[in-house]
């Protein structure tokens, strides 16, 4: 062994075959090895097994993804935000596609409003976050009677979501009119008081669920979806990412 | 952002291919992947989202495999005896079916422990960093486990019949 291959070690090979080192240590073993046949043969070696690794599995990258893998993510995960047409739009970008996955796509749905629900959420939560003193019309303390009353007015099945494991507790709720319906608002807070609300209202025809949506209206960011024959809308003045967590937490709070 | 279920269905492929070289079979490989998936999906509340979603699926993944190692460990069974070598020929690659074969052999003649290091370093191109946290091993394991791994694949693919490793650009 020459004196240029004692002072590098095998770690120290290996990182580099790996790409893993970085600067003057990724210099000083690259030199080596282009300097010493010795270590350049060993290196060799090395990239070759990767090499054989990547001809032998790669080919498990193109093949379809079994059908049973997706449902599996994506019905344990009940998203409406996730039907099969978004999925296949993923693994097409990803160069893998089932055939059976394609034939069993649907188009989604756009949001069909009267008044775009984003703005209307919008405006509610603008006007009612700052409220010191009555930020609702019925407190959580009431939950019951709030969601029973809610219920009744919008004449659907309401409830406030349970999602205190993002960290809001509900405040509490209100009515509100909307394009001379009624409306809800729930509003929530973190431990720090920083407000979010949820706003629903029924919405006409159509029933299907519908990707997670989002919009901004000045800093108060909108996730907004359907589902049933509700439309539910998040609004806040947190990251984008935050809230779509939320509304996804929501969901599935809605959807047990 | 992406959703939890986008991130996961991304891995999928890769996923798939790491447990095909793991187990060396499709079927119980895609049946690991298949537990992956649903444990991920009950566990999905344990995910911070700020980090990278790879090395947390394949920490279940090898703690699924370490389970069913042990369990075969414990219960005892039946090996076909012919192998059928040509289910498992890799499309796409003209010499894929050599190397797997060769491949196939001597990373089933490793153990557990060097295999996966291999495969994750190698295969899966993981840093050691990730892959000492996949294992939950230290670093320094993970190097020595890497370094004798790869060294015995080269002995076995190399004095077998002398094709595997050469025949690769």
């Avoid at chain 1, 893993?20 to 350049?40: I, M, N, Q, T, Y």
């Avoid at chain 2, 699924?64 to 289910?87: F, G, M, Q, S």
């Avoid at chain 2, 993981?126 to 394991?141: D, F, H, Q, V």
Wanted: proline share 5%.
């Amino acid at each position: 062994m020459s004196e240029k291959s004692k002072a590098i070690s095998e770690d120290e090979l290996q990182a580099c075959v790996d790409a893993r080192l970085e600067g003057p240590r990724h210099d000083r073993v690259a030199a080596a090895v282009a300097s010493d046949p010795e270590l350049a043969q060993r290196a060799e070696q090395l990239r070759r097994l990767t090499d054989a690794m990547h001809a032998a599995y790669d080919s498990v990258l193109d093949e379809p993804v079994p059908p049973e893998m997706l449902r599996t993510v994506i019905n344990r995960g009940q998203a409406p935000f996730l039907r099969l047409a978004a999925v296949v739009a993923w693994m097409t970008i990803g160069g893998v596609i089932g055939g059976l996955i394609v034939s069993s796509t649907g188009p989604t749905t756009e949001v069909v409003a009267e008044r775009p629900l984003p703005r209307e959420a919008a405006y509610a939560h603008a006007v009612y976050v700052p409220e010191v003193r009555h930020p609702v019309e019925v407190g959580a303390d009431e939950r019951a009677h709030l969601n029973a009353w809610l219920s009744k007015r919008l004449a659907a099945t309401v409830v406030a979501p349970d999602v205190r494991e993002a960290g809001y507790q509900l405040v509490g709720g209100r009515l509100l009119p909307d394009a001379g319906r009624p409306a809800a608002q729930f509003m929530y807070e973190d431990a720090e008081g920083a407000r979010i609300t949820l706003y629903v209202r029924g919405h006409g025809e159509t029933t299907r669920d519908t990707a997670l949506r989002h919009a901004e209206d000045g800093n108060i960011s909108v996730v907004y979806w359907l589902d049933g024959s509700l439309a539910y809308a998040l609004a806040g003045s947190v990251e984008r990412s935050r809230l779509e967590t939320i509304a996804e937490d929501m969901y599935r709070a809605l959807n047990p | 952002m992406k959703s939890f279920e986008r991130l996961v269905v991304e891995q999928i492929p890769r996923l798939r291919r790491y447990a095909r070289a793991l187990t060396g079979d499709r079927e119980p490989a895609d049946d690991l992947v298949q537990e992956t998936l649903t444990r991920a999906m009950s566990r999905r509340h344990l995910w911070i989202r700020d980090k990278e979603i790879r090395p947390w699926l394949f920490t279940i993944m090898h703690n699924l495999y370490v389970n069913e190692i042990e369990k075969r460990a414990r219960t005892p069974v039946l090996i076909a005896a012919e192998e059928d070598d040509t289910r498992l020929v890799a499309k796409g690659h003209a010499d894929g079916g050599v190397i797997l074969r060769d491949l196939e052999r001597a990373l089933k003649e490793l153990s557990e422990e060097q295999r996966e290091v291999v495969l994750l370093v190698g295969l899966e191109q993981l840093s050691y960093k990730e892959t000492a946290r996949i294992l939950g091993i230290p670093s320094g394991t993970v190097m020595s486990r890497l370094s004798r791994g790869r060294e015995r694949l080269r002995e076995l693919m190399s004095g077998k019949n002398g094709v595997g490793l050469r025949r690769i650009k």
